[in-house]
């Protein structure tokens, strides 16, 4: 069995936690566009405030082009597999090639 706590503080420091992990790569070759597909019942509902997730994916990769969708069940990789998840964000960052 496993169980799982809703919490806005713990999923923001999370998000944020992911995307400084990338400040580095992205400093090399900066962002030309993301996706991001975040479940419904992220957003305003858990967060008190609306674009949350958009706006700290902008803060980090910068002004590009975002597009994306709210979701029930997200599809991301832990590892080298891949899994459905629930009230995660799933983020693609496109970059130009080396």
Same mark, same amino acid.
């Given at each position: 069995?496993?169980?799982?706590?809703?919490?806005?503080?713990? @999923? !923001?420091?999370? =998000?944020?936690?992911?995307?400084?992990?990338?400040?580095?790569? /992205?400093? +090399?070759? #900066? @962002? !030309?566009?993301? =996706?991001?597909?975040?479940?419904?019942?992220?957003?305003?509902? /858990?967060? +008190?405030? #609306?674009?949350?997730?958009?706006?700290?994916?902008?803060?980090?990769?910068?002004?590009?082009? /975002?597009? +994306?969708?709210?979701?029930?069940?997200?599809?991301?990789?832990?590892?080298?597999?891949?899994?459905?998840?629930?009230?995660?964000?799933?983020?693609?960052?496109?970059?130009?090639?080396?």
């Amino acid at each position: 069995m496993q169980l799982h706590v809703r919490d806005a503080t713990t @999923a !923001r420091e999370d =998000l944020h936690a992911l995307m400084q992990t990338l400040s580095p790569e /992205l400093a +090399g070759r #900066p @962002a !030309r566009g993301a =996706l991001l597909f975040s479940c419904n019942g992220r957003g305003a509902h /858990l967060y +008190g405030e #609306p674009d949350h997730d958009s706006r700290v994916v902008a803060e980090t990769a910068g002004a590009i082009p /975002l597009a +994306g969708f709210f979701c029930n069940g997200e599809i991301g990789p832990i590892g080298t597999s891949n899994f459905l998840h629930g009230f995660t964000a799933s983020i693609g960052i496109f970059q130009e090639k080396e």
